[in-house]
């Protein structure tokens, strides 16, 4: 088996009964940080989401700039060509492949936001009311079993 294979449903092996809180995740930082007009400024990452997804990546680290009450992906000053939506439905169609297995994700507001009216957190909840199932956002530390079969788990 090679290690995208094994990547992709690593969960499964798991006892759903475990907590979350006795697992180690494994996460990347600025997980969406891909592009960069000038070398080393704003690049965290050499591979997609997908690609960290079907690697094993179960934590992912988005950062994302408020503009026009939606999200784009944002490293510092530089946009990383990729909006939220984008990375969302990477997220479940990687879900939807792999029932076994839930990702976490922590979303956090990057550099200036720009022509919005409502709050980085209505957005956030704009986002989560167009696909209500898919997350977990109860203030607890779920056992694997809860957040399986198609979950995003908020980071808290």
């Excluded at 494994?26 to 997980?31: A, F, N």
């Excluded at 510092?76 to 909006?83: A, L």
Aim: contains cysteine.
């Amino acid at each position: 088996m090679n290690a995208i294979t094994a990547g992709n449903k690593w969960m499964s092996r798991l006892d759903g009964t475990l907590s979350l809180a006795q697992l180690s995740i494994p996460g990347t930082h600025d997980s969406g940080a891909l592009f960069e007009p000038i070398p080393r400024t704003a690049k965290c990452q050499n591979r997609s989401i997908a690609e960290q997804l079907n690697t094993g990546i179960r934590f992912l680290d988005i950062r994302c700039r408020h503009v026009n009450n939606t999200f784009v992906i944002q490293h510092g000053m530089v946009n990383q060509n990729q909006t939220f939506e984008d990375v969302l439905n990477t997220v479940i169609t990687f879900l939807h492949n792999n029932p076994s297995e839930c990702v976490i994700m922590s979303v956090k507001e990057e550099y200036t936001a720009s022509g919005d009216t409502r709050s980085f957190e209505d957005t956030f909840d704009s986002y989560v009311a167009k696909k209500p199932g898919i997350w977990y956002l109860a203030s607890t530390i779920p056992r694997l079993e809860q957040v399986r079969l198609f979950s995003i788990v908020r980071s808290l």
